[in-house]
Each structure stands twice: as C-alpha cells, then as structure tokens.
C-alpha cells in the first residue's frame, strides 16, 4: 500500500491499464448477466454469523438453517416470484466484529433485513446501528433486555431467559414437588439475570430458596458451593449455568460429593460438551430447552428436512435461523411492499405461525416466542418430557 | 470437621497444578533470569498432544503418555532454539514480550487446529463411576491423588538429579553464575535449552493430568499460567521450593476463602495473596535474594 503510494504514478501506467481493462470487463459482465436471467433478482437477506474464532463451529449451523429454509421457500415459488438468497458476513465471534459485518450489510441496499446473532452481547452491541438504519433485524439472543429497549426493529425468534427462568421454578415446585431448593448461578449478566427472574418466579410460587449461590465463568473446583448446598439441607437443585463446561464439572463433583437431589436446570444442562465430560452424573437431571426434535409436528418436519440435506443432527442454532428466514418469507408474502416498515408490520401480525422451535406469536416488543421445553437426560439421551408455555 | 477435611483435599489437590506449573517457571527464571509466561499454554498444548495421541492416533495410554512427553521435549527444544536462543543477548524485555508472544500464537494455534469444542480425557485410573474414594465423609478423587503422588515424586527426583548429578550439578551452575559457568567449562547454551526442556516436560504433564479433571480447551493454560505466576511470587522468584509451597498454598487459600469468605471472589484470593507478599515479603517464603543474580 505505502509502496504504491510512494511510486509516482508515471512509473507504473501498465498497472492502470489492467486495471481500466478489468473494470470494462467487469462493466461488460454485470450488464449481460441480468439480461440472460431475463427474470427479477433475487431477494437478498443479509446473515451475520461467526465464521472464524470461538463459535465458528456454531456458525457452520446457523448458515445451514438459513439455508435450508431458503431453499424450500425458493423450491415452493419463491416471493412474489423472486428467490430469496444469503448474503453471509463473520462476526469473528466479537463484538466488534459482529458491528463492522452489521455495517458491511448494510452498505448493500438491496438488503431489506437482517437476521443477527445468537449471542446477547453481540446483539447488544449492533443494537444502536440497527436502530439508525431501521431495518428489521431477526435474534437469537435470549436476553431479556434486548427485545425491552425500544427499539423497534427487533424481532427475537427464541423465547427470552424470563420464560426459561419461570419454567425452571415452577416445575421443579409443581411438577417435581421439590421442597428445599438451593440456586447456583453464573456471575455474568446470563447467570445474574436468571437469578433475579428465578427467585422472583420462586417467590410468586412461595417457595424462597434455601440458598443462593453464585460462581464466576470457568470455575473448576465447587466443593466450597457443594459444602454449603449439602448444609442448606437443600433437596431440588436449580442452576442457571452460562457454559455447558463448567456444569460438567460441576456435576461431576456434585457426584463424587454423594449429593443427592433433583435437579433442573438452564440450557446448559443438556448441551454436548458438558455431557460429555459429566458422563453418568448428569443422569436424571432434567433441563430446559428452547428446541428439541420433538418438540411439535413442525420440529420433526425440520428434523427430517435437516436430516435428509446434511446428514447431520439439527440443534437450536440452525432452528433458530430456519425459522428467521422462513417467518420472514412469510412477511414479506404478506407486506405490500419490501419497505423495511412495512416487512416489520408483517412481521408483527404473525400469530400463530408453526415453527422448528415453536408458535410464534409476535408481540409489540419483538418476541415471538413464549414456551420451554422440559427434557430428560435419559441415559445420556435428552428425551422430550413436555411443553411449558408462559402467559406473557 | 468432614467439610474442613474435604476442602483441604481439594485445595492441596488443585494447588499442586499450580505448583507443577509453578515449578516450571521458577525453573526458567533461575537458567534466563525471564519470566515464560508461556508455561500455561505447555499444559494445554500437553494435554491437547495427549488428546491426539489417545483419540486421533488411537495409542494405549502408556504409549500415548511417552509420545505426548517426547512431543513436549521437543517442543521445549524449539521453543529454546526458537524464542529465547536469538534474544539471549537482550534485556530481558524482549524475552518476556517473545514469550507473550508465542503464548497468543500457541492460544490461537491450538483453536485453529483443534476448533473450539472442548476435548475430554480419560483419567489414569478408571476407578467405577466416580473415579474417586470416599474415606470417612471426604471424597478422594483418584485424578488428584495421581496429581500429588506425581508431583511429590518429580520434586524429590528432581532434587537427587540436581544435587547428586554431574549434569544437575551444571545445570544448577549455570543458573547461578553463567559467566563462571562458562569459564569453567560449562557449555551454557546447552544448558539452557535443557532447562526449557525440562519445564515444558512439567508444564506439559501438569497438563496431561489435570485434563481428565478440567476439559481441554485452548484456554485452559491462561488461567493456570497466572495462578502459577502468582505462586512463583509467593514462593520467591526462582527458589524451586518455595514455588512448590507457594501453589499448594494458593489452591488451600483459594478453596478455603471461597468456602468461608466469598465464591465469586475466589480469584481475587490468589491475587490478594500475590500483593501481600509483593508488599510484606517480596523475597518469597523461603527469602532467598533475588538481586543476586546478573
């Protein structure tokens, strides 16, 4: 770059000869190209997802949920006789990067929407852009907070931790009848806040924990905690757990500690890593989760959908996203016009509208979804146990 | 009594991670007068080559232990030739900013070759479903049993090798006094470069057997590398005994603090801990002077 600025521009015409002659092909390529499709161009819906750094993994789903869903809503005529198509960016699992892919989007136009992350604190941090831009912009995150700011444009597409916090208290006091309850909680905004909407929920049902404890991420040994969960003379455990990981350690420990208890706890209680780790510890526990394949008639169309085209096990990263395209369609079927206000009206009439995770009913803050799914560490297998929806 | 019995356990068994770890840094310090703020990630590249020898090339344990060991030497080997051999003629700056370095390079390595999801090992000893003894009311697990047997074991070995060996003998004159050591004969630079050899073996194995407890990430050496740091400070920079003592009271404090004090400030004891002595006895436990050396 400095090489080249250095250069006096005598000394290099050739380069700018290629270069005019390139852009004249290009110019000569971008004007037959349409003319041969003879047809509308596609639709195109921006995707920010990781592609690089810790979640890339995760990121491989998302776009195969994004995907599938694209290709049957194309396969089934398209909308209004245009194809729908992804336009992917990485959010290299950062905050800033999930911002600058944010804003590479948005530099396109044609982009009328804009499916977002998983993760809260991304969403958080592309929540003021997608605000000045004014575009629809579908999450994952389940934060309470990020549908409860004002900010219009925000469509959440799994149900938010105040509804997996309810579910976990009021199943363990009325379903598992437990009496005694301890609460381990993470420290971060996760683990704090389901705290808060735990011991609130416990309270409505008048059964205040014994004892509330929390942890910081990555903890690797908790017999300071197991001691005085074994002291509270507690006989249900609830956790609210950030990472899969720290709960396999932590279960491991609750066994070798010969604590006995029933125990229900965050999404994190049924995710691979941690069962891998934990093994037979985590047997019998039972655990909350905005999908499973069972969960409704419409998750196992997508099982088997998902199945058939990748070979693989679908998991909620790539419902999630199936389900952003596939009630995005359907708005934008149903809007007058591709206007990002008349696509965020649409979208909002959506009620009772099947999806992978669940029925999605919009409400004026954005959430389309209210239920939980309790689930059962069977063996090592989560089995669907039943559906708890919440009265918003 | 049980509850003071079982976090006492615990406490000793985690605080001897640190003190392999630990070890390795006071080990490096003496030969190079340089802190390797890369002895973390040893433990994690330790256990990741013990993950790639029992599930990808599918070896035996005991076999699986031998190459992952003889990777690490070679590592060490590398990282000598590699890191500390060109700067050795520089402050000791460069150094710690080379170690730094190479430490984020290993981080990043490690998650571009073994992705993100961790890796479990299985322990040594496969004891039953809870992989531990229950003496009395305290559990004993048999990983961390494992972890202080082999920890007692190196530091007594170690001791003979230095103290009763010809090689050890030089290993410890170079690490007090290279020019004298040069002088005499001593070749200095092969010296060293056994030096890193031999803490990356420590770092390693300490990764290697805390990996069946934790799970293997390409983090999991960062927050071992700091406690370790930590204990090295508390055990005097450089003095081999006291960094032993050091982490296996950093893991005792740390377990009893979040047990009777607070759970979420539990790494904030090991920094306290570190303050304290920077504050009333920068000289470590034992005291030895640490300006002595050139």
């Known amino acids: 770059m400095l090489y080249v600025a250095l250069v006096p521009p005598l000394h290099r015409p050739g380069g700018n000869m290629i270069r005019s002659a390139a852009f004249a092909l290009a110019l000569l390529a971008s004007a037959t190209v349409p003319a041969a499709q003879a047809a509308e161009p596609p639709i195109r819906i921006g995707q920010v997802i990781p592609m690089t750094g810790e979640a890339a993994e995760s990121g491989r789903y998302h776009k195969y949920g994004a995907e599938l869903a694209a290709e049957q809503v194309n396969k089934a005529g398209g909308i209004r006789g245009r194809k729908v198509e992804l336009v992917q960016e990485d959010d290299k699992t950062t905050n800033p990067g999930a911002v600058t892919a944010l804003q590479r989007l948005l530099e396109d136009k044609e982009i009328p929407a804009i499916i977002g992350s998983i993760r809260s604190t991304q969403v958080q941090a592309m929540l003021p852009t997608v605000k000045e831009a004014g575009i629809p912009f579908m999450i994952g995150g389940t934060n309470y907070g990020l549908t409860h700011q004002g900010n219009p444009w925000v469509f959440r597409f799994r149900p938010h931790d105040g509804f997996s916090a309810k579910v976990i208290a009021k199943f363990a006091v009325e379903e598992l009848k437990l009496k005694k309850l301890a609460l381990v909680h993470s420290t971060d905004a996760f683990g704090n806040g389901g705290r808060d909407f735990v011991t609130k929920a416990l309270g409505e049902l008048k059964a205040e924990p014994a004892l509330v404890q929390g942890y910081n991420n990555g903890e690797k040994d908790f017999t300071a905690i197991l001691t005085s969960v074994r002291q509270s003379g507690a006989e249900g455990l609830l956790t609210y757990f950030t990472f899969s990981t720290d709960i396999g350690i932590f279960a491991k420990q609750v066994k070798q500690l010969g604590i006995k208890v029933g125990w229900i706890g965050s999404p994190s209680i049924v995710a691979v890593d941690g069962r891998k780790l934990a093994g037979e510890a985590l047997y019998g526990t039972y655990g909350v989760s905005d999908f499973h394949v069972d969960g409704s008639a419409k998750s196992k169309e997508f099982t088997a959908a998902y199945r058939a085209k990748y070979n693989l096990e679908p998991d909620l990263y790539s419902a999630w996203c199936y389900d952003a395209v596939t009630v995005l369609a359907e708005a934008m079927r149903r809007a007058p016009d591709l206007k990002p206000e008349s696509i965020r009206k649409a979208i909002l009439g959506i009620k009772g509208f099947p999806g992978a995770e669940g029925e999605y009913n919009f409400d004026e803050n954005g959430d389309g979804l209210d239920h939980y799914h309790i689930v059962r560490n069977e063996n090592g297998v989560i089995k669907y146990f039943k559906t708890i929806r919440v009265p918003r | ?294």
């Open chain 2, 1 to 294: 009594m049980a509850i003071v019995g079982q976090l006492l356990f615990s406490g000793l068994a985690i605080g001897g991670v640190y003190a392999l770890v630990a070890l390795g840094i006071a080990l490096i310090y003496r030969a190079t007068n340089v802190v390797n703020f890369a002895q973390g990630e040893f433990c994690m590249l330790g256990a990741y080559a013990l993950v790639f020898a029992t599930q990808g090339l599918r070896l035996g344990y005991g076999a699986a232990f031998a190459l992952a060991l003889a990777t690490m030497a070679l590592l060490g080997l590398v990282f000598a030739v590699g890191i500390y051999y060109p700067l050795r003629n520089r402050t000791f700056l460069p150094v710690i900013i080379a170690t730094i370095g190479a430490s984020i390079m290993f981080q990043n390595g490690a998650l571009a070759v073994f992705g993100p999801s961790p890796e479990r090992l299985a322990p040594v000893i496969e004891g039953g479903t809870s992989g531990g003894i229950t003496v009395g009311e305290i559990f004993f697990d048999y990983q961390y049993l494992v972890l202080l047997v082999v920890t007692v074991v190196l530091v007594a070995l170690q001791y003979l090798f230095f103290e009763y060996t010809l090689l050890g003998k030089k290993m410890q004159a170079t690490s007090q006094d290279k020019d004298m050591a040069r002088l005499l004969g001593i070749p200095v630079t092969r010296m060293i470069a056994l030096t890193f050899v031999y803490s990356t073996l420590l770092g390693g194995l300490a990764g290697m057997l805390v990996a069946p407890i934790f799970f293997v990430t390409h983090k999991m050496g960062a927050v071992l590398g700091f406690k370790a740091f930590a204990a090295t400070i508390a055990g005097g920079f450089g003095d081999v005994r006291g960094a032993i003592l050091g982490g296996l009271a950093l893991g005792v404090v740390e377990t009893f603090g979040a047990a009777y004090i607070s759970v979420v400030y539990k790494d904030g004891f090991a920094f306290l801990l570190l303050i304290l002595f920077l504050l009333l006895r920068p000289q470590g436990i034992f005291g030895e002077k640490v300006a002595e050396k050139a």
